[in-house]
């Protein structure tokens, strides 16, 4: 006969951990966009294609000011942060390719990067958790999710 294991810690439900029955780990409904406050932020990450082409993203990251993650509101502003600074540092570090890969990151990117990365409680690399789970929509939002294998 099988030893029973029993427990009188209470089961956690999946909104805890921000996971539900319907879409798994994917955030569900993320944000495209922080409040005013971090447009900082946004406008780098809007024209980061363009500011990669051009050699100009890490002046343009020096250049913007040092901003206080701790105002985040929320899960999903947290996951949209986490995504945009990770895309920033990507955009940063390998702008000039293996050549040019900086010893150190701005206090601009470096503290709120950190930051938001252990209130999610994730380190602050590119993971499928930046890059997939919370940045996605539907092709068609006025239908169901619909996987296609």
């Known amino acids: 006969m099988a030893n029973k294991v029993t427990s009188d810690k209470a089961v956690p439900c999946l909104e805890e951990y921000h996971v539900s029955a319907k879409y798994a780990f994917l955030l569900q409904d993320p944000l495209t966009k922080l409040p005013e406050y971090y447009q900082p932020w946004m406008t780098i990450a809007e024209n980061l294609e363009q500011s990669i082409s051009n050699g100009t993203i890490r002046e343009q990251i020096q250049a913007m000011p040092l901003l206080d993650y701790s105002r985040l509101s929320g899960h999903k502003q947290y996951r949209l942060a986490q995504l945009?600074?990770?895309?920033?540092?990507?955009?940063?570090?390998?702008?000039?390719?293996?050549?040019?890969?900086?010893?150190?990151?701005?206090?601009?990117?470096?503290?709120?990067?950190?930051?938001?990365?252990?209130?999610?409680?994730?380190?602050?690399?590119?993971?499928?958790t930046n890059f997939g789970l919370c940045n996605w929509k539907l092709k068609d939002p006025s239908q169901p999710a619909e996987l296609e294998y």
């Open 84 to 128: 945009i600074l990770c895309c920033l540092t990507q955009g940063y570090v390998w702008v000039d390719g293996e050549d040019g890969i900086p010893e150190i990151l701005p206090k601009q990117l470096a503290v709120p990067f950190a930051g938001v990365s252990e209130h999610l409680h994730v380190q602050p690399i590119i993971c499928v």
